[in-house]
């Protein structure tokens, strides 16, 4: 499974992005997706993830009422919908995908390679 991000860019506070992923391979795999971001001197942080059967969505407490993530299976995209944007929220945003690797019968996680979002005030 490869993992393509695009959408970040430079915004003010209160305006919004969308952020896409791209996957391609074995995308038939995926269980789960998900983005995860990693502010500057901070940890990596879990934003929202997708399951791939229903649909069901989770998200952090810090985004909830302003993100939402969303998938076309059609495209084999997922987007990121980001409303209301703080300067907080600045940060590489990645794109996650849990996938089940058919000959370990193991899931394995894949990353793409991240997209530079920031928020001025």
């Known amino acids: 499974v490869q993992l393509v991000e695009s959408g970040g860019g430079l915004v003010q506070a209160g305006g919004s992005l969308r952020l896409s992923c791209a996957a391609s391979g074995s995308t038939f795999s995926i269980n789960t997706m998900g983005w995860y971001r990693r502010a500057p001197g901070k940890q990596r942080e879990l934003v929202a993830t997708i399951t791939s059967g229903d649909d069901s969505t989770d998200y952090a407490d810090s985004v909830k009422g302003r993100f939402t993530i969303s998938r076309d299976g059609a495209k084999n995209t997922m987007y990121l919908q980001m409303n209301s944007l703080k300067p907080e929220d600045t940060a590489v945003y990645y794109c996650?995908?849990?996938?089940?690797?058919?000959?370990?019968?193991?899931?394995?996680?894949?990353w793409g390679q991240g997209t530079q979002v920031a928020v001025s005030s």
């Open positions: 996650n995908a849990v996938a089940l690797v058919l000959a370990t019968r193991k899931p394995y996680v894949y």
